[in-house]
């Protein structure tokens, strides 16, 4: 069934373009929220008329998205958490606590927009991927250390 998307969704493609989905995923899914419509020749025609603003709304995202991976570029995180023998901490790191400490430096990032494999479980330095926007993502580094007995 092919359907046009009415906001960009990561899996499937950007605003305003054509794509190709199972029947049962167009009308249970992206039709009823709004999130597609049916190609008919008035939403083709529809389409046309909305493309410059589809394209200005889609080069601001990028803009965003690009100025959010430059302030994250060669940012150093570090986060203090209990640890015992052999370098192992007391529960895990997870995108959660990554997110928050972006928070706290002042830089406003979802938490499913950080990308951790599996959790953080030792104490190190680690290279963490966040996602900017669609198609776009930066590096930051976290730097996992023991909390002194002060802390603790």
Known sequence: ??????????????????VK?????????LIPKQKAVLVTT?????????????AARLAEQKKQAEGLAAQLAGKVIELSK????????FGSVTNN???????EAGIAVDKRAVILPEPIKT????????????QTTASVQVQVVAKSIGEA
């Open 21 to 29: 989905v199972k029947p049962g995923y167009a009308r249970n899914f």
């Open 123 to 134: 104490i190190g330095e680690f290279a963490v991927m966040i996602k900017t926007g669609y």
């Open 42 to 54: 008035a939403s083709l025609a529809q389409l046309e008329k909305e493309k410059q603003a589809i």
């Open 82 to 89: 209990r640890a015992g023998e052999e370098n192992r901490l």
């Open 97 to 103: 606590d990554i997110a928050l400490a972006l928070q």
């Open 1 to 18: 069934m092919e359907i046009i998307l009415k906001e960009t969704i990561e899996t499937l493609g950007q605003e305003g373009e054509v």
